[in-house]
Each structure stands twice: as C-alpha cells, then as structure tokens.
C-alpha cells in the first residue's frame, strides 16, 4: 500500500504567478488535510476535506488559497498570486474514515522568488 | 483554546543518553496525544499515541504517557542513537475528532556519536 504522495516535492514560483500543490491520499482513505510549515516552526492546519466536502477551512487565508478534493482524481491546494510569505513546506496527510491517526506525505518545498 | 507547548531545543546528546523531551498542552475535554518524527527532508511519521487519561504509548523504545492531571506528554528514551537525529513534534487532536491537529513548534535532537 503505498503511502501519501505528493508533488511536486520542490516547486519554484515567481510572485504573482499560480501554484498548485497535488496530493493523492492512502488507498482507502477518504479524508485529507493540509498543513503549512513554516521556517523553524510547528505545522499549522489549513484545511479538512473529504470527498467532495469542505469540512474544516479554518486554517485557510481568506485570500487567494483554495482547496479541493474530488471525486475522481488527488486534492489540490491552490495558491494564486503567490507572494514570499507562501514560501513554506505544505504537507499533506490522510486517513481513512472514523480514525484519528493521519498519515503524512513527504511535502511540497514550495519557494517564492 | 487548545495548544501544545514543547521544550526548546536544540537537545544535544550522547549517544546511549536517556532522553526527555518535555510537552504539556491545553485543551478541553479529552484530547487525543502524538508524537510525530520528522528526519531532514521528509514528512512526519507516527511515532506514538495516547488516546485517553494514563495511556502510555510507546514504539521503537520510545515512550510517552498521557498524563491528564499534568496535562502532559513528555517524551522518553532510554538509550539514543545517533539515527535518533530529528525533529520530534508533539501534537493534539481535540476531542470529536474534528480532524484538526494541533502541534507544537518541534524539538530538534541531535544525538553524537
């Protein structure tokens, strides 16, 4: 069973431009997060999705950042108009229904020029 | 509201050393308590959970018990390696398994031969 994937592990951007941040969840695992780290801090949660759902974007900044997960298909976290600040690794994680623990993806090192 | 506070590091050790590394948080009701790992370069991985009052979790000789009166989580070891080299999280998922981890800003542990 292969874990969380994700990519791309590395993506450069220049400010002003779009980035799209993939993640294909567990097999079997119908939930997913993204967290954020920042430089020399914790991972501070962005957002719950479940299929098709939106159930928890409390972490999200209410500005240019989207996240979905569909039907078909890994979730995307998208960024648009990307500034220096959205430099950071987004982790990804999931876990299958009615279960607490989160499996984690290797992240997306992502770097704003 | 519900947070995680953890010791500061850098922690440097020899190898063979007992290790400690302290983490208390804040939260209502009952919490469920990680300890992730995170190897340079990588995403998280699971090391240990406690999901109720007294749990004691453990893996890979490592051990924390859910200390509800301390509202504590410290992490211990016995005898280090120098592969034991990371960033060690803790973090906590609010009671309803609302999906949303709360982590702590990490302790670097740097373990030399």
């Known amino acids: 069973n292969a874990g969380v994937m994700q990519n791309p592990r590395h993506l450069v951007r220049r400010r002003g431009q779009e980035a799209r941040l993939r993640c294909s969840p567990m097999k079997g695992h119908s939930h997913v997060y993204w967290y954020r780290q920042l430089p020399e801090e914790g991972l501070k949660f962005m957002v719950y999705l479940q299929k098709e759902n939106i159930i928890d974007e409390s972490g999200m900044p209410k500005e240019r950042f989207s996240a979905e997960f569909p039907k078909e298909g890994p979730s995307i976290l998208r960024i648009q108009q990307v500034v220096r600040g959205d430099s950071a690794a987004y982790f990804c994680a999931s876990s299958p229904p009615s279960q607490n623990e989160q499996f984690f993806g290797p992240g997306t090192r992502l770097t704003v020029l | 509201g519900n947070s995680v506070t953890q010791m500061e590091g850098p922690v440097t050790l020899s190898e063979e050393a007992f290790l400690t590394i302290n983490c208390t948080y804040t939260?209502?009701?009952?919490?469920?308590l990680f300890w992730y790992v995170q190897y340079p370069g990588e995403g998280l991985q699971l090391l240990l959970k406690a999901t109720k009052a007294d749990d004691k979790g453990s893996n890979k000789g490592f051990e924390a018990t859910y200390r509800k009166e301390t509202t504590s989580f410290h992490l211990e070891k016995g005898s280090v390696q120098v592969s034991d080299s990371a960033v060690y999280f803790c973090a906590l998922l609010p009671s309803g398994n609302t999906g949303k981890l709360i982590f702590g800003q990490g302790t670097t542990l740097q373990v030399k031969p």
């Open positions: 939260a209502t009701g009952y919490p469920s």
